[in-house]
């Protein structure tokens, strides 16, 4: 089995002493879960309740119909009413995987106790970051459940099957098969090892990247008849409105705007009535963690996003001019 990297082993060590010893814990991922979020989530989940341990997972938006096949069948994900709130109260360890910001926590974020919270992220810290015992961030992991990897490597037990292709969703969602920048040796040596533990690639694909429903081909036709381009500086963008009907996470959107043709910045608008989401993504040097920053948002260079009260037009406006001041300044344009 592969090892953690040398500075992240005390803190491996720590937590998975820590989860050994708890009787309950309690899991959370960011709103809006994603691959990692939820492959991290289910990972320590499979992992840690057969060693004894009463573990619940908690979803602060809905689990996702795309991650479905990730969750065992008859597994209850618990929303932040009375119920998920009390199981999060109780835990002896609160988890938090893929986040360390209160605000992505939604109405989970004020039930966390500090001496009992534990960290796991690869996002890089934030100035707002949830008070905790235990905290395991590096954003140079290749994703969260590469982290989660480290801890569940310290405990005696065999990663199963499922916890293998839990983690491995995790890390192929957030490398995008393996194609961003953030696929290291290590990335790749790790994806080796959970393949040779059972996990089956070409069974996960349709899961995650080949299968689009109806209502995401007209979200993505709604935002190819809104495509605007800057061409001098490659930033492609497309704003939705508010009567474009939702869906639970919009990568296969964005991703067509990045991968356009002489693309260094690609964004998404969506217009959700009072307020805009915008998801930034970056193909060159320009570092739109940087420019989420500036709008109260986060993430990394490649990949970030924020949320800005105002009309549509108004922040698409603010945005796009920030926007071409970052690409202006970025040593590729």
Known sequence: MIEPPSHRLEAARRIAARLQAAKSIAVATHVNGDGDGWGSACALFYHFQPLGADVRLLAATPYPDRLRFVLRQGIETLAPDAKGLQALRSADVQVVVDASEPGRLGEFAHAFAPDRTVI?????????????????????????????????????????????????????TDTGSFRYSNATPHAHRLAAQLIEAGVDPQAIYPHLFGTLTARELGVLEAALARLGRDTELGITWSALDADVEALEEYDLVIDHLRNTQGTHVAILFRDIGGSVKISFRSNGAADVAELARSFGGGGHRKAAGATVEGPLAEVVEQVLAASRVAVSLSPDT
Do not use: F
């Open 120 to 172: 796991i992220d690869h996002h890089a810290v934030a100035s707002s970051q949830l008070e905790a015992a235990d905290v395991l961030i590096d954003p140079g992991a290749a994703a969260s459940a590469e982290l989660v990897y480290d801890v569940l490597h310290q405990t005696a037990a065999p990663i199963s099957v499922e916890t293998a292709r839990a983690l491995y969703v995790g890390l192929v």
